[in-house]
Nanobody, 118 residues
Framework: QVRLVESGGGLVQPGGSLRLSCAAS????????MRWYRQAPGKEREVVAT????????NYADSVKGRFTISRDNAKNTVYLQMNSLKPEDTAVYLC???????????WGQGTQVTVSS
């Protein structure tokens, strides 16, 4: 069955770094656009970063540009989010999302908590 499993979240001090991973299974990973979203308490879910299925073009929310980097390894069926210079406002549950590049099928992971606090 389809699975997206996030890992790598945790508690980090402001200015610190974390690397999130999302391991995919049960579908043809290389055919899917991958995104990281986040949702903070009381706020709407927002897209943080996107990477295309082919070519690896990326796009970022203005709030994370220059600090976060999305990447993917199609051989490992995994997408990553490197987060540097973390701020308290980055605190949220981070979720992995997959959307088929042609047909629009989409899947979600269960999320991983990131807390930035001193």
């Amino acid at each position: 069955q389809v699975r997206l499993v996030e890992s790598g979240g945790g508690l980090v001090q402001p200015g610190g770094s974390l690397r999130l991973s999302c391991a995919a299974s049960g579908f043809t990973f290389s055919s899917y656009v991958m995104r990281w979203y986040r949702q903070a308490p009381g706020k709407e879910r927002e897209v943080v970063a996107t990477i295309t299925s082919v070519g690896g073009s990326t796009n970022y929310a203005d709030s994370v540009k220059g600090r976060f980097t999305i990447s993917r390894d199609n051989a490992k069926n995994t997408v990553y989010l490197q987060m540097n210079s973390l701020k308290p406002e980055d605190t949220a549950v981070y979720l992995c999302n997959a959307v088929h590049r042609i047909f629009g099928y989409h899947y979600w992971g269960q999320g991983t908590q990131v807390t930035v606090s001193s």
